[in-house]
């Protein structure tokens, strides 16, 4: 603690115990510093080079406030000026299972790429069984997988639509 006050910082000590797996309690302590003038102490004598926590701050600059749970890529698109931070209206769950969906979408149109059997398709997807059924629905029905068959077994195969997708977001 004594280097703190030679920056001039106020901080405050919380400490709680915490359980570990039945065994005996743990002391757990961290030191806080709350406010803004702790805040500007903190840029002048340490500096800040965390993208995550910058991006808020620069949000929070620009527009008064930055939306609660947003990510750093939302944040750095809100700087750019690309998305409007008042238009991320949704919550944190739902813009979670958005973006797992679309993340789950290409990784099932990278695997098909060179055709897949659906059957060892969907046994590697196994913990995601109901999310890869509705995927491929999905793709197929935009025209991005086509589901076909060879020798009897079904396969999925990217079409040229999603092959684009595909080098649209990863080469592009």
């Known amino acids: 603690m004594k280097g703190w006050p030679l920056l001039g910082l106020k901080p405050s000590m919380r400490k709680r115990a915490e359980e570990k797996a039945g ?6 302590a961290g030191l806080c510093f709350s406010g803004w003038s702790n805040l500007h102490l903190w840029f002048r004598g340490a500096g ?17 406030f930055c939306p609660h ?26 813009r979670k299972d958005v973006a797992y969906r679309v993340s789950h979408e290409l990784l099932i ?11 060892t398709l969907k046994a590697r ?4 069984l109901a ?12 025209g991005e997988l086509r589901i076909g068959t060879n020798n009897n077994e079904p396969i999925a195969a990217t ?5 684009k997708r595909i080098e649209d977001v990863f080469d592009g």
């Open 23 to 28: 065994a005996n309690e743990k002391l757990k």
């Open 48 to 64: 800040l080079k965390n993208a995550k926590h910058l991006s808020k701050l620069l949000l929070y600059k620009s527009y008064g």
């Open 69 to 94: 749970w947003s990510s750093l890529d939302e944040r750095l698109s809100m700087i750019a000026g690309r998305i409007n931070p008042d238009n991320l209206a949704k919550t944190r769950g739902e």
């Open 109 to 119: 149109l990278r695997l098909c790429q060179k055709p897949k059997l659906l059957r």
């Open 125 to 128: 997807m196994k913990s995601r």
């Open 131 to 142: 999310l890869t059924q509705h995927v491929l629905r999905h793709l197929e029905g935009m």
């Open 159 to 163: 079409t040229g639509l999603g092959s």
